[in-house]
């Protein structure tokens, strides 16, 4: 119908297929002139933006139509010349896209479709402005999907000024994880984290699995320290060059190297199929972090493995936002009873020494040097327990809706935002509707 789009869907879904298919029918007929791309799809990193890349030579492989691809750290003569040959697909990060428009080297006066794809990190990385200005140099009768993995109110307030009268499509509620990935936690002494990662990959059926990092040096630390105890480790973080990013990721793909250690560069977007396993080395600073890393794995139905090792007072404070956030208590892994009995008497011999904050980590060391297994102090399982029966509680209540609620879903003409439904599609094409959009007239 040629409506603006508002979306939001949980990771693994086919969103990139969900406006790739229907771009390549769109852009079946018609020809592009040289530096004048016919559409743009704009997306935060260059890791996701080689995969929309990507995914749409496997999806237009029956139609003769040509694309480009605009990211940093690749040549720009490259670049340059498919250009100037005339793209019908253009799909760039901001920053390279504006390098080349004030080159004058592309011109937007054409595009039709304008897709901007993870807005919500786009905010975060702070691009917004750049794309505010490239919206600027894209005629106002166009058709524009804005893509986000949460709705927030945030997002709908940036997102009025690319959009008009969007329709609002969320495939699930916001910052939902996938049923198919099970949660487990595990608390530790930080100086054991490696440790228990070791034991974790040993025990554990892992075929390959991506392991998350908050910092870019820890990432290097723990790819040396898995190398010295022959784990088959590799690198991905944003300080790497692009050429090695992505002979790392290739690598990971096909398999020739299994453990992928990350940070949230990874996190977003990037469809790495058939991953066993995600293992949050770090707790995620930023609870909907925690979403994005989680499903890299479970991906299209498929099942999944989610481990999150927590050692400091900070690790409770970022899952008690974690686990509000989903509306479910992450389950505490437990590999032996007995161990566990262990850790119980050394909840209560912390509490009868817990003079100073100094001779508690002196008493929290001494017991998990005797123990071997990680253990949480009474208090922590209290706030914990406190914590989960409150995300319950809330779960509970979302899953009842108002009277008003129930009666807008059956009227069908009103979403929960308030607005108007249009009328429902009929046919398969654009050639079955009476409604020519706009932009293609």
């Avoid at 009842?400 to 009666?407: G, H, L, R, V, Y």
Wanted: charged letters at 25%; proline letters at 4%; hydrophobic letters at 35%.
């Amino acid at each position: 119908m040629g409506r603006d789009i508002l979306g939001s869907a949980q990771t693994g879904t086919g969103k990139t297929a969900s406006f790739t298919l229907p771009l390549i029918d769109i852009l079946a007929s018609g020809r592009a002139k040289a530096r004048m791309p016919r559409s743009l799809i704009l997306a935060p990193t260059r890791e996701l933006a080689a995969q929309v890349a990507e995914s749409f030579e496997k999806f237009s492989t029956n139609h003769n139509m040509s694309m480009a691809l605009l990211i940093g750290g690749v040549s720009f003569s490259d670049q340059e010349v498919a250009l100037d040959k005339g793209v019908d697909v253009l799909i760039a990060t901001p920053g390279r896209l504006i390098d080349h428009f004030e080159r004058g080297k592309v011109l937007l006066q054409d595009v039709k479709i304008l897709v901007i794809d993870e807005a919500d990190r786009m905010l975060d990385m702070g691009f917004i402005p750049d794309v505010e200005r490239i919206v600027s140099k894209i005629p106002v009768m166009r058709q524009t999907l804005f893509f986000s993995a949460t709705l927030s109110d945030e997002i709908h307030k940036i997102g009025s000024k690319f959009v008009m009268n969007p329709k609002i499509i969320e495939v699930s509620k916001p910052a939902s994880t996938a049923d198919t990935v099970s949660q487990r936690l595990i608390w530790t002494d930080t100086r054991k984290k490696r440790a228990v990662l070791r034991d974790l990959l040993r025990t554990e059926a892992v075929q390959n699995a991506v392991i998350f990092c908050n910092r870019k040096r820890d990432i290097s630390t723990l790819m040396s320290s898995l190398q010295r105890h022959k784990f088959n480790a590799a690198a991905l973080h944003g300080d790497m060059t692009q050429s090695a990013r992505l002979a790392a990721l290739k690598d990971f793909k096909d398999g020739v190297v299994p453990l992928l250690i990350a940070s949230d560069v990874a996190a977003r977007g990037l469809d790495i199929p058939l991953v066993s396993h995600v293992f949050n080395f770090d707790v995620p600073t930023n609870a909907e972090d925690y979403v994005h890393r989680i499903g890299r794995t479970g991906r299209a139905g498929r099942t999944g493995s989610a481990f999150t090792i927590a050692a400091t007072n900070d690790d409770k404070r970022y899952l008690e936002a974690i686990e509000k956030l989903i509306g479910v208590s992450i389950e505490l892994h437990n590999t032996d009873d007995k161990s566990q009995e262990k850790a119980t008497v050394s909840d209560k011999q912390t509490e009868q020494s817990d003079k100073s904050e100094t001779a508690t980590v002196k008493a929290d060391t001494s017991q998990n040097n005797s123990s071997g297994k990680p253990r949480r102090s009474r208090k922590a399982s209290q706030t914990k327990d406190a914590s989960a029966n409150q995300s319950a509680t809330e779960a509970q209540g979302q899953t009842s809706p108002s009277s008003q609620e129930i009666a807008d879903k059956k009227d069908g003409t009103r979403n929960k935002y308030g607005e108007k439904r249009p009328p429902e599609w009929k046919g398969t094409s654009f050639k079955d509707s009476d409604h020519i959009p706009a932009f293609l007239k």
